[in-house]
């Protein structure tokens, strides 16, 4: 992914913070006429191993996934395979109006991060099991109301032979989160603004990444927001 430098991640944490945040992650690997994308949740290996907070740089480390064997896509994933997993965050239309300035364009703010490596499919249904019980106890946690999956857990043995797991040898990841950088602080308050009083999809997220940057005060203010 090109990553200009004034939309890097202003800090490595945004990375862990956008795959936990956002977890349905777009698979693509190559086919052997045409790609292969699938979408799925993915784990982060801390997440998966239960040890903790995950390293602030992901390469060398691993994410797993997993998804149903009758997709043509588990058939393609054979042998090792170069992959990409593909985490969408906040995003969000710019209107040149916001900027209340001509000449203007529009633009798209947004949030993303690519992470690369080689995937192999795990073969060992005790291990498939465990990626599928420690997908469910992550996001029940952060994202769920916190069910009990003991009670089906022999539900979970029936569909095994349907589900394919991997694992995912990280070897390069890239973040973008394209927040108006590039703008004056004025127009980055008034983009900011707009997204937080527009009530449509993750605007008020993205706005709320934008505060974390440091955007400046309203006009008129003397203060932080």
Known sequence: MFVP?????PEPGWITELIRGFP???LVTHGPRRPYVTHLPALLEADVEGTGEAPADL???RMYGHLNRANPHWEGLAGPSEAVLVFQGP???VSPTVYRAEP???TWNFTAV???GTLRRIESPERTLEIVRATVATYE???????????????????LPGVGAFEIDIASVDGMFKLSQDQSPERRTRVSDAF???GRGLHGELAALMGRLGTPPREGTDGPR
Do not use: C, I, K, N
């Open 196 to 198: 937080a009083r527009s």
């Open 141 to 159: 946690r952060e994202q769920g109301t916190g069910w009990d999956m003991r009670s089906s857990l022999g539900y979970f043995d029936r569909l």
């Open 114 to 116: 690519h992470v690369q």
């Open 104 to 106: 203007a364009a529009p």
């Open 91 to 93: 995003h969000g239309y």
């Open 5 to 9: 430098e004034a939309f890097a991640p």
């Open 59 to 61: 390469v060398g480390t």
């Open 24 to 26: 349905l992650a777009t």
